[in-house]
């Protein structure tokens, strides 16, 4: 059975008070259970104060088979930030401007030359979905044809490519699309020009939306993916017809990414639950402890500064 922990973000205090709540112990240095595995669902850095003790606890428990991991959308951004593009030699597919410096630099000033070259060489190895027996896990949205597309230019799982960077950060490739719904979730436009400031203070004209559910009779407001839109238009067609709702009789899916708040985690659906509640801004790190069950129960969340499980 699986442990589902959500957006790390550098916060290794947390991470480990969460393990030890989960009954995970050290064995020469790496996390463990006897029956368990956790599953990490990415993000792993930036933002917070111990990110190489992060990495360096979670690869280990991966390599030794105590966990899975899938990428998060800052390690497929810090691919970007660091491979240089081919054809404009001073630049990188990841604009070194001023919002992604600040966002990426926690992990610069952190990690060694040789710590973020080796890390980055293992974030490209890391799968962007889990299929499982009884289960999936992505970072931020399950959608079929996303991942049919990602797969096809990714054989195997093989390690991300130069090519398959260059065409996923470009807009209008199709590698593009499908890795911005799988990393970073589907998104609709605002009508008439309306906006809203997201967490990090940024003016956004579009918003997440709830991809696991019809979009048929919402509107922008109620089909947000956040608590901050003020907006009830009707969705327009195009939001409508490019909706893939995930299937009520599907496996369940995890997911983290979203920024979630409140005092406890609840259940986006039957058989979909977000895992990120916000540890690197002011919320905590949550967990899901799964027992193969196919309809999810919000008593199964688990998250840093609750007793140990019995």
Known sequence: MYDLIGDIHGHADELMQLLEILGYRKNQGVYEHPERKVIFLGDFIDRGPQILQVLDTVRSMVESG??????????????????????????????????????????????????????????????????????????????????????????????????????????GDKLFDSV?????????????????????GHLRTATRTRWYKSPLGHTYRTYALTDTIDCDDPLEQYVIGAAAPYPQDAKPVFVGHYWLSGNQPELLADNVACVDYSVAKNGFLCAYRWNGEQRLSSENFVWAGQPALR
């Open 180 to 200: 911005e719904i799988v990393l970073k979730g589907k998104e609709a436009e605002l009508p008439n020009g309306k906006s809203f400031a997201d967490k990090d």
């Open 66 to 171: 105590n966990a899975l991991a899938v990428m998060g959308n800052h390690e497929f951004n810090a691919l970007a930030f660091h491979t240089e593009h081919v054809h404009r030699k001073t630049e990188y597919l990841r604009r070194r401007n001023v919002k992604n410096i600040r966002q990426h630099g926690q992990t610069i000033l952190q990690l060694t030359d040789k710590h973020l070259a080796d890390y980055i060489e293992w974030f490209a190895r890391l799968p962007m979905w889990l299929d499982l027996e009884g289960l999936r896990v992505v970072h931020a949205c399950w959608d079929d044809k996303a991942i049919a597309t990602i797969q096809a230019a990714r054989p195997d799982n093989e390690s991300l490519t130069s090519d398959f960077l260059h065409s996923a950060v470009e807009p």
